[in-house]
């Protein structure tokens, strides 16, 4: 019964520490990646990086984003509401962390999309269509093709532009710049500077509306 009792004891203990460590970990992890938001600002939004709402907006929100990603997929309606919702206040900047194999290709898609100003309607696409092309065990990025009716794509155009050096240039530079804000998983958000501690969907409104509230109060 004594060792019962103290195995059950020490597995609580345990579990506690582990708890406390979690708790800390995630804090320091949080201020690591806030001191390189402050140090390295020029990484979080590079000038012609994909743009949605007023550019005169005063909150920006810059999202790391992989197209082959589900938290990505999930979240954009929410981002692009908080954009629409806010009376050109917000506006959102994306960056691409391409983490899943064939996400590069996708990205590839979307820039060439933007050289034809369809970048949105195929972001719309392109996630619409990811449980079809983005299989995490066996991608194929090139059934998105297959899937950009409906968009206005001149997609002979688009499949010549995936192979232009600026799109290349544009995705090695996001890349890096992730790298140096300590960005390791997607969507990753950060808003006037400020990085999402707090994962979800709440967290990221109620950080919004902290910003729009200290912008509108100087």
């Known amino acids: 019964m004594k060792r019962t009792t103290w195995v059950i004891g020490t597995a609580l203990l345990l579990v506690g520490a582990f708890a406390v460590g979690a708790f800390f970990y995630a804090g320091t992890q949080e201020r690591q990646t806030a001191t390189l938001a402050q140090s390295h600002g020029d990484a979080l939004a590079r000038p012609g990086s994909p743009m949605y709402g007023s550019p005169s907006a005063k909150v920006t929100i810059v999202e790391f984003f992989d197209p082959a990603c589900e938290t990505c997929r999930a979240f954009y309606p929410v981002v692009k509401s908080i954009v629409n919702a806010s009376f050109g206040q917000v506006n959102l900047v994306v960056r691409y962390v391409p983490l899943h194999k064939g996400s590069d290709d996708a990205v590839r898609i979307l820039e060439a ?6 970048y949105w309607q195929v972001v719309e696409a392109v996630l619409a269509a990811q449980p079809i092309w983005a299989s995490h065990d066996a991608p194929q990025p090139a059934l998105i093709w297959d899937h950009l009716q409906g968009t206005g794509l001149d997609v002979e155009k688009a499949r010549s532009d995936v192979n232009d050096p600026r799109i290349q240039r544009i995705l090695a530079q996001d890349i890096e710049d992730a790298s140096a804000l300590g960005v390791r998983r997607t969507p990753g958000f950060f808003v006037n500077g400020k990085p999402l501690a707090d994962f979800g969907v709440e967290q990221l409104k109620a ?9 509108n109060s100087k």
Request: charged residues 35%; positive net charge; glycine residues 0%.
């Open 113 to 118: 999309a933007r050289l034809q100003d369809k």
């Open 207 to 215: 950080l919004v509306s902290q910003e729009v509230r200290a912008v």
